[in-house]
């Protein structure tokens, strides 16, 4: 166990798995108690219970990330647990695949309401408190498909440039106040166990073959990027976009 984020409390959304469930426990590990957010609460009450096991201090907050009111209940929810939100990870995301024509109004409305809205009305219920503070921490969790243009993903990736703006623009709101706003850019990201299933399958080596890293990425490695952003050893970043991403960037 770390103490670097030791008497912090940090809320991550979408965090009962994958990436977010690897930001609640390297966070944990970090000191932080982390207050873990999903729609399923059986897999969040797990999560909650493995990282107390391991020493962590955590909870669980239902939430479907769909609307305006979805992200503040959450907050309402979230900020009694021990009084107030220092860290805030807007990790929860949808990502389907589609051509445009074959996306209907419903499903762009999923994937902005869960990538754009839901964050935008986190930081305005929660921002307040940590700018009277004079301190605070924002970690977005964007996409490297937000600059690389693919045919299949024009809703996913146009909200996640959405929300690299967000970065910019809270960055220069809220940076005088003490509270800094930053982003982590994931390329391919697959468990350790997933990858260790399809090693060897051909179509899989044509996409690690592309990368500099020659491999998928793991959650954790993600997590270790939030970390640090969440932490006062990233004090000096303000609107700084970390790409985790094996060099997908780069193609």
């Known amino acids: 166990m770390s103490t670097l984020l030791s008497g912090k409390t940090a809320l991550i959304t979408g965090s009962t798995s994958g990436i977010g469930r ?4 390297v966070l944990a590990e970090r000191g932080a ?3 873990l957010s999903g729609r399923n609460a059986e897999r969040g009450e797990q999560a909650v219970a ?5 020493g962590g201090k955590a909870d669980f907050v239902q939430a479907d990330l769909t609307s305006a009111d979805s992200a503040r209940t959450l907050a309402g929810q979230a900020r009694p647990i021990t009084g107030q939100i220092d860290v805030l990870v807007n990790n929860a995301g949808v990502f389907p695949e589609g051509a445009t024509t074959d996306t209907t109004e419903e499903a762009f409305d999923a994937v902005y309401n869960t990538n754009v ?7 305005a219920e929660l921002v307040p408190a ?6 605070g921490a924002i970690v977005n969790v964007s996409s490297f498909a937000a600059d690389k243009a693919a045919p299949d993903r024009a809703a996913y990736s146009s909200s996640k440039a959405a ?11 809220y940076g005088p106040s003490g509270v800094r706003v930053n982003s982590v850019a994931p390329g ?3 468990p350790e166990e997933v990858q260790a299933m399809i090693a060897g399958d051909p179509r899989v080596a044509a996409v690690t073959d592309a990368l500099p890293a020659r491999r998928f990425g793991l959650p954790r ?15 000096f970043a303000h609107g700084a976009f970390l790409s985790i991403d094996g060099g997908a960037g780069l193609a």
């Open 117 to 123: 809205k839901a964050p935008f009305f986190l930081v």
């Open 188 to 190: 391919p990201v697959v």
């Open 163 to 173: 929300l690299n703006n967000l970065t910019k623009a809270w960055a220069k709101e």
């Open 22 to 25: 690897a930001i609640a426990d």
């Open 50 to 54: 493995d990282i107390r096991e391991a």
């Open 33 to 35: 108690h982390v207050i």
């Open 221 to 235: 490695e993600i997590a270790e990027a939030v970390a640090y952003l969440a932490s006062d050893a990233a004090g």
């Open 130 to 135: 940590m700018a009277e503070r004079g301190a």
